[in-house]
């Protein structure tokens, strides 16, 4: 079992940046792929990164390729989302996520989520 706690979230205008981090729980934390998705009103969940268990290799939708970067601190159990040149279109909760040996970066392949941490940008 995987316990994902996310934080960071806020409120920041147009062009700025944010980072958010997510704590899991277990001594297994460096054997999990992880993701962080975000879901707007009336929208449905997206993948924004996606980090391999060995941090080797990551995935970014064209959406946010260029602004966001997602890491991970294994000794921490803890992963990160930079996000940068941020725009009122990226409002939205963000949710972290992780699954075993993910071939397919779909949310149902995700086995643990945390609550979620909403970001709002500002125009």
């Known amino acids: 079992q995987v316990q994902l706690v996310e934080s960071g979230g806020g409120l920041v205008p147009a062009g700025g940046s944010l980072r958010l981090s997510c704590v899991a729980s277990?001594?297994?934390?460096?054997?999990?792929?992880m993701g962080w998705f975000r879901q707007a009103p009336g929208k449905e969940r997206e993948i924004v990164a996606h980090?391999?268990?060995?941090?080797?290799?990551?995935y970014y939708p064209d959406s946010v390729k260029g602004r966001f970067t997602i890491s991970r601190d294994n000794a921490k159990n803890t992963v990160y989302l930079q996000m940068n040149s941020l725009q009122p279109e990226d409002t939205a909760v963000y949710y972290c996520?992780?699954?075993?040996?993910?071939?397919?970066?779909?949310?149902?392949?995700?086995?643990?989520w945390g609550h979620g941490t909403q970001v709002t940008v500002s125009s």
């Open positions: 996520a992780a699954g075993s040996q993910i071939r397919v970066i779909h949310e149902r392949n995700y086995d643990y």
């Open positions: 277990g001594r297994t934390f460096s054997s999990y792929d």
């Open positions: 980090i391999r268990a060995s941090g080797s290799s990551s």
